[in-house]
């Protein structure tokens, strides 16, 4: 450490008339490890990424198939999404944590996840799946109540009704195009009657409950068979 005024204490106390040894150079070498590209080690690019900025892809070669943990990613994804601060919006949520608690009976071949209201967040979640069922309140203009069970994921073409439904559409597309999206995709989800600030369902949503379990179950007996 240099002072601000003085000779530097360690020159001071230099014997007179000893001579120092000039100082070896060394060649200096970066600790820092380094990531190979993903074209050094053989990775082709997913087409139309290539134009990607580079610090929004990972070069890291993780298998899509596991977690970051090592941990082996069941097949099969039920993912429940919604707001249970809003009413009706959370009847994915609910019927997730019913569904849940059978997740024995269902073995390592499924796994059920709160998503909430994450949307773009659960991109790694769903990446590696064999199949993915998404639980939801879903407004289509049936009868409040109604349950619906949508075996093919197709981008609806009117507008959202609810932040989240934006979500899982922007989930999906982006998925999609990262070559992540499962091969099969479906939705159980329940017409929602009122949507509004609370955390009870309307007698209609809650009713439907029991059916939308059974639909759901219904579903994951094919997402196993085939």
Known sequence: MRHSCGADPLVRSRPPGRLLAPKKSYPVVSRRPTRASAADQGVRPTPGLENLPSYLLDTTLVSSSTTTTGFVKAPILVLGVGNALLGDDGAGLLLLSELS?????????????????????????????????????????????????????????????????????????????LGECPERVALVGIEPCRIATGMELSQPVARALARAAEATREVLAEFLSG
């Open 101 to 177: 608690r059978e997740a024995d009976a269902w073995g390592r071949e499924v796994e059920f996840l709160d998503g909430g209201t994450q949307g773009l967040a659960l991109l790694d979640h769903i990446a590696g799946r064999r199949a993915l069922l998404i639980l939801d309140a879903v407004k289509l203009g049936a009868a409040p109540g109604a349950v619906h069970v949508l075996r093919e994921w197709r981008r609806p073409a009117a507008r959202s009704s609810t932040a989240h439904e934006s979500n899982v559409t922007e989930l999906l597309e982006a998925s999609t195009l």
